[in-house]
């Protein structure tokens, strides 16, 4: 039978991840702000686009459905800026970039 005991630290040292370096952690920072800032833009266009929309009475409607719809664009937006979205993050990360470098 195996000693778990003598195992398990092996396994702990290989999952560490190794340090980025302080320009990593900038490209990393910047991709995440992108990132943030496309998800906020995508989720206002989303908010705006079903605004309009009129919701069954039978079976919705209220303060409840209007807090939920707004949650649940926030939640689409999220996705769809970390599934690589419309390319706003791409412009938003690369000019966040070049400002860094001036």
């Given at each position: 039978?195996?000693?778990?005991?003598?195992?398990?630290?092996?396994i702990l040292s290989q999952?560490?991840?190794?340090?980025?370096?302080?320009?990593?952690?900038?490209?990393?920072?910047?991709?995440?702000?992108?990132?943030?800032?496309?998800?906020?833009?995508?989720?206002?266009?989303?908010?705006?686009m079903t605004a309009g929309?009129?919701?069954?009475?039978?079976?919705?409607?209220?303060?409840?459905?209007?807090?939920?719809?707004?949650?649940?664009?926030?939640?689409?937006?999220?996705?769809?800026?970390?599934q690589n979205g419309v390319?706003?993050?791409?412009?938003?990360?690369?000019?966040?970039?070049?400002?860094?470098?001036?």
């Amino acid at each position: 039978m195996m000693n778990i005991q003598s195992t398990l630290p092996n396994i702990l040292s290989q999952q560490e991840a190794p340090s980025l370096s302080g320009a990593g952690k900038n490209e990393e920072r910047a991709r995440e702000a992108a990132q943030e800032f496309e998800a906020f833009f995508l989720s206002q266009f989303l908010n705006s686009m079903t605004a309009g929309i009129e919701t069954d009475e039978t079976f919705g409607g209220g303060e409840a459905e209007k807090m939920f719809k707004s949650m649940l664009n926030d939640e689409y937006s999220k996705s769809m800026s970390r599934q690589n979205g419309v390319g706003i993050a791409d412009a938003v990360y690369r000019e966040i970039l070049a400002m860094q470098e001036i």
